[in-house]
């Protein structure tokens, strides 16, 4: 009997030991990987592709808006009740007794893919907190039917609900952002002073990007923006003629913001200053012929004629195109031909470069009335100044240094001839404060460029400004706005990189269109996939004439490729995943259809929600649908790529907000701008995004950090007033 005791006792402690030695085990796995998460794996080890653990900063991120804010407390930007605006990284703001400075701003599955449609359904959104997906407040049931102040898709048969339409919103509404203005606004005596510009000849992405440029340069100099007809864009349609404003809702911008951006057609430019006594903008094409026939014999009479102040620059323009601009009074009639200005419209190839230019560009840009500087963005930075920084006390606002204009821009230039990729690896990972002092900001934009061309009140004197974009590499504007314009007061850089975000978005109908489908997209994989808040993935794969100029950069992989690369941490197996492509045979994708649950195209929703969207809108579309995966793989080179990771980036800020004290252990991945997005090639840049990515060398071959992270510093919530 005593035996049989003793053997139980054995028993029981045999069990008690292995569940005590378990426990053992698994606390010491935690705290090793408590160790380990703070090791921030990213920063150490560059070729790693790192996922951060569901968990990592969210709970921290959360306590911290609790202990810094009324729960009820409705927030600044106008988005939630009950949510805090966020966290910050390190105080940006090094100097707390800065004073203002001038700027104003004070005051597709395994089987055959098909839709799946519907009523949408709310999600919970508790997914990963590298999402750009926003949080959804716990509890408050009624969001369903709440309209949202920054987005009403009423007109456009919805969604209705705030979770869906809140989904798709990364801009802000900042009061205070409207009193910015312009320092060169009024400074010339010239009265109203214009920017004139054309499009560039390429995709529309391409021409988004200069449009930025035009946009920001405009309203930085004060100056009326001019805009031209609509042209062609590579990659929408062939033959048809669009203008920016059909993608973005430019008149609404221009209503709310008189004074800060404002708009003129180019017809109404050529009636108000084309006149004889202004520009003299050829349009009486009566006795065309005539006329210039009796200045080609002058001229072969006289060579020297044509070279020199003989004939004004009017003249010498139709001569250097008589073969190509005319009006047939014939057919058209005296009225229609003397006033004709269709000749805008006409293009064409360069002698130089052998590819097409406008003669509207050709007319300007050697005007004698007109500055037109020569200022490609991988020449130079173009600088906004704060002009008259020698009279201001400048160590305080942390602008520039006390001395002469001339003598500061060598000071920022110094050091800046050295070794290219040593300074740029430098800010690996390592970004610069956005109210860093300008020598600070400009070393990491200026990369191998010339100089600095400064826009200073000398150019501001002249009424007529012209930027011109050719394939000449000193005329050549290929790159993003924020890192070809510098300004000098850093409140004003943040401002217009707010303004690009907050104003300069996409029109409604395009934004409501994308909303319903990403919202179809979360109900098909919680209700039939299982995934409890809607996740999936997404990707652009660019397949056409990308392939065949970056060949020997890795661009053209396949399928079987692109999915092994991407199938163990990045776009796991068993995953609902959205596919942007230009590829019209999606046989390329059957390997991504083996694998993944769900493969969306955005072919998919034709049916269900694109039969009245014009076609020309599909592109924005699809990269409104892509920036909404939870982890997005993307085409380096590609602008297309490209805009989809600004968003992303955007919406990764939006419960951000940089002006709060950090009391974290490290801080959280959206002070470095780190957003959980991927490139499937060339193999050194897949993981890029995973530090902070500073500005690279060429500046357009993906969207940059720069363009999102804490630009809502000194602004809102916590902002302190002194800064």
């Known amino acids: 009997m005593a035996s049989k005791q003793r053997e139980r006792i054995k028993a029981f402690l045999l069990v008690v030991f292995n569940l005590l030695a378990a426990n053992t085990f698994y606390l010491c796995y935690v705290c090793m990987y408590i160790l380990s998460e703070d090791m921030d794996v990213s920063e150490h080890h560059p070729e790693q592709v790192h996922v951060p653990h569901p968990e990592a900063h969210l709970l921290e991120n959360q306590k911290l808006h609790h202990r810094l804010h009324n729960p009820n407390h409705i927030e600044w930007n106008g988005f939630r009740k009950g949510k805090a605006n966020g966290t910050v990284e390190r105080n940006e ?16 599955n395994r089987n055959e893919h098909q839709t799946d449609t519907g009523n949408k359904q709310k999600h919970t959104g508790e997914g990963h907190p590298q999402s750009t997906r926003n949080e959804k407040p716990h509890g408050n049931e009624t969001n369903n039917t709440q309209q949202h102040p920054l987005l009403d898709c009423t007109r456009y048969g919805g969604p209705h609900d705030f979770d869906s339409l809140d989904e798709m919103v990364y801009w802000k509404h900042i009061p205070e952002d409207a009193t910015y203005q312009s320092r060169f ?34 309203i930085a100099t004060g100056r009326t923006l001019v805009m031209p007809r609509d042209r062609v864009m590579d990659h929408i349609h062939k033959t048809h003629k669009f203008a920016m404003d059909d993608f973005f809702d430019l008149q609404k911008i221009a209503g709310e913001l008189p004074d800060i951006l404002k708009l003129m057609t180019i017809d109404d430019y050529i009636s108000q200053e084309g006149g004889p006594e202004k520009l003299n903008i050829p349009r009486d094409f009566t006795g065309f012929g005539k006329k210039v026939g009796e200045m080609i014999r002058e001229i072969q009479e006289d060579k020297t004629r044509l070279t020199s102040n003989y004939y004004n620059h009017h003249d010498k323009f139709l001569i250097n195109h008589v073969n190509d601009l005319h009006c047939n009074v014939t057919e058209h009639g005296e009225e229609y031909c003397s006033n004709y200005t269709d000749w805008i419209n006409q293009r064409h190839v360069s002698k130089t470069h052998g590819i097409w230019q406008f003669y509207l560009d050709e007319f300007f840009h ?73 020598k600070k900001r400009v070393s990491e934009l200026y990369q191998a460029r010339n100089g600095l061309c400064v826009y200073d009140q000398n150019m501001q004197q002249s009424k007529y400004y012209h930027m ?64 409890p808040d809607g996740q999936f993935h997404s990707m652009h794969v660019r397949r056409t004439d990308l392939t065949k100029f970056y060949k020997d950069y890795d661009i053209d992989r396949n399928a079987s490729e692109i999915y092994n690369e991407l199938k163990r941490h990045i776009v796991p197996k068993d995953s609902v995943v959205f596919v942007a492509t230009d590829e019209a045979d999606k046989h390329w994708f059957d390997v991504f259809r083996e694998n993944y649950q769900r493969v969306y195209f955005l072919d998919d929703f034709v049916e269900g929600y694109l039969k009245d969207i014009p076609k020309e809108y599909y592109g924005m579309i699809d990269q409104l649908v892509a920036s909404r995966g939870e982890h997005f793989v993307g085409t380096y080179y590609s602008t297309f790529t490209g805009y989809i990771n600004r968003l992303r980036g955007y919406h990764s800020q939006k419960h951000y907000n940089p002006n709060l004290v950090n009391s974290l252990r490290k801080p959280p991945r959206e002070a470095k701008g780190i957003i959980p997005s991927w490139f499937y090639s060339p193999k050194t840049k897949i993981g890029v995004y995973q530090r902070y990515a500073p500005v690279g060398s060429t500046f357009f071959e993906m969207e940059y950090p720069l363009a999102w992270r804490n630009i809502d510093f000194g602004v809102g919530a916590g902002a302190d007033p002194t800064a």
């Not at 703001?93 to 597709?108: D, L, P, R, V």
């Open 93 to 108: 703001n090094k100097n707390k007794n800065e004073n203002n400075s001038n700027i104003n701003t004070n005051t597709n």
């Open 185 to 218: 606004k009024n400074k010339g005596d010239k009265g109203e002073q214009f920017l004139t510009f054309d499009t560039d000849m390429s995709g529309f992405n391409n021409q988004r990007m200069v449009f930025e440029i035009n946009v920001a340069t405009a």
């Open 366 to 438: 050697d005007h004698p009335k007109v500055v037109c500087p020569k200022w490609g963005s991988s020449i130079c930075l173009l600088t906004i100044p704060v002009f008259d920084a020698p009279n201001h006390n400048n160590t305080i606002i942390n602008t520039t240094d006390n001395t002469s204009s001339s003598d500061r821009f060598k000071a920022w230039m110094k050091d800046l001839d050295g070794n290219v990729w040593e300074r740029q690896n430098s800010f690996i990972g390592n970004p610069p404060l956005v109210n860093d002092p300008p």
């Open 468 to 531: 011109r974009d050719t394939a000449d590499r000193e005329s050549r504007l290929i790159g993003h706005w924020y890192d070809y314009i510098f300004f000098e007061d850093w409140k004003e850089d943040l401002w217009m990189k707010r303004f690009m975000r907050d104003k300069l978005k996409y029109n409604d109908l395009i934004q409501c269109t994308a909303a319903k489908i990403v919202a179809d997209i979360r109900k098909t994989s919680k209700t039939l996939y299982n995934h």
